[in-house]
């Protein structure tokens, strides 16, 4: 009996990846208008090379890259870069096709919410207030709430302890098999792999299901809970 989903955020409900590459792209360009002399393209190779290495919620990123290009900050370009990132930022942080619809099913079918989020807290509710869906969960376990990311067990034994339910009466679903799927798996969880949101190139999830579109996950709750016991 699944009586609770717990959600990640990021490349799972909203195409983070999108926002985050669109932001670049926007943040780099009013770099160059304020007098950055250093390709796009090289620019932001850099700045990802930058993310991979040292986190993609880095809040210092321009400040970093433009220390290790040119030895010190040029505050005009990196005021341009953080308003230019900040503005593309509102204007691409979007839902992935039917998350509403599929919050709002499993809402009505009485199953509870949650989320779990490697992000800090205030990103995660930027996140999760920007796109509307604050009323859909319950409770929310970011970083900042336990000090480990996935696959620790914390984060999941935190957010379930909040919602008061068994492991094995809840499912994760999310977008990162080394993380999101091998962590709840290890803790006892059910796991559904957001397929659609893969950017490791992963062929092995490892997960129970896999979703090729967020609403599957309805129709895999109602198999299960509609299972004689």
Do not use: C
Not at 37 to 60: H, L, R, S
Not at 184 to 213: I, P
């Amino acid at each position: 009996m699944i009586k609770a989903v717990i959600f990640d955020i990021d490349n799972t409900l909203m195409d983070f990846m999108r926002m985050k590459r669109a932001a670049v792209d926007a943040a780099v360009d009013a770099m160059i208008d304020a007098g950055l002399t250093v390709p796009k393209t090289e620019m932001v190779e850099k700045i990802f090379k930058v993310y991979w290495a040292e986190g993609i919620e880095d809040q210092n990123i321009f400040d970093k890259v433009l220390m290790k290009e040119f030895g010190k900050v040029d505050y005009k370009i990196l005021a341009a870069g953080v308003l230019g990132y900040k503005r593309a930022k509102e204007g691409h942080m979007t839902l992935y096709p039917h998350v509403r619809l599929t919050l709002t099913d499993i809402l009505k079918s009485g199953v509870r919410m949650g989320v779990v989020s490697d992000a800090p807290r205030l990103s995660v509710w930027m996140r999760i207030v920007g796109l509307g869906l604050h009323h859909y969960f319950e409770h929310v376990v970011t970083f900042d709430d336990t000090g480990e990311k996935k696959p620790s067990p914390k984060p999941f034994k935190k957010i379930l302890g909040l919602l008061g339910v068994e492991p094995g009466e809840s499912i994760m679903v999310g977008d990162w098999a080394e993380r999101d799927v091998k962590g709840a798996k290890a803790f006892g969880m059910q796991t559904a792999w957001a397929k659609y949101g893969n950017e490791f190139d992963t062929k092995v999830s490892g997960a129970d299901y896999e979703l090729d579109d967020i609403h599957d996950i309805v129709a895999i709750i109602r198999r299960i809970n509609e299972k004689p016991a």
